[in-house]
């Protein structure tokens, strides 16, 4: 699941992974339970995730292929990872290490206004310490230089589903279900 912060990647993620029976690995809820727990990973990332920076990638990787390792061939929806091309070529080579590979690819778009004014609004309502004005902003630059040019690599694969994310929630989950059915026929 990618696309820009507040385009609903965790939403959507949810109601697929529901809807497909399988789970829903997400980086940042990931982080932000060893965060909340106090752990010795939660208290080196902390201060990244309060600024909107990333995770150094060969740590972030190492936390997500030893997850998708336990998870076996069952399947997953995977949700903020990958984030740069670094992460992208890992997740490549964990596939063609063990033969398994990513079905589609959900590209979820959203204009920034929109994507601004959704991300202020979770800031003021649930506890995302990170939505503030600062680290919002720091949060679309990194994305459109380093994982908005993720669409042009999965593209040139050919699993990239390109959604529109601004139609309302249910919308959103039944197009991609559908493009995903496409996807698997095709
Ligand atoms: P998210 O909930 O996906 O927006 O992630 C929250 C925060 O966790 C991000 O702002 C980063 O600090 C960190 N994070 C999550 N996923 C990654 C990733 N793939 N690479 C680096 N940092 C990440």
Do not use: C
Request: hydrophobic residues 40%.
């Amino acid at each position: 699941m990618l696309g820009p912060p507040g385009a609903g990647k965790s939403t959507q993620a949810e109601n697929l992974a529901r809807l497909l029976a399988v789970p829903h690995v997400s980086t940042g809820n990931l982080l932000r339970r060893e965060v909340a727990e106090g752990t010795p990973l939660g208290r080196r990332v902390a201060p990244l995730l309060a600024k909107g920076e990333l995770l150094a990638d060969d740590l972030i990787v190492e936390i997500v292929l030893a997850r998708l390792g336990e998870m076996g061939r069952s399947g997953f929806v995977l949700d903020g990872f990958p984030r740069t091309q670094a992460q992208a070529e890992a997740l490549e080579r964990w596939e063609r290490s063990t033969g398994l590979a990513l079905d589609a690819v959900v590209w979820l778009e959203v204009a920034r206004p929109e994507l601004v004014r959704r991300l202020t609004e979770r800031g003021r309502s649930q506890d995302r310490p990170d939505d503030t004005s600062e680290t919002v902003r720091r949060r679309l630059e990194l994305d459109a230089e380093l994982t908005s040019p993720l669409k042009d690599f999965y593209r040139a694969r050919g699993i990239l589903l390109d959604i529109d994310g601004s139609l309302p929630e249910p919308d959103v989950t039944e197009l991609i279900l559908e493009r995903l059915r496409g996807a698997r026929r095709s």
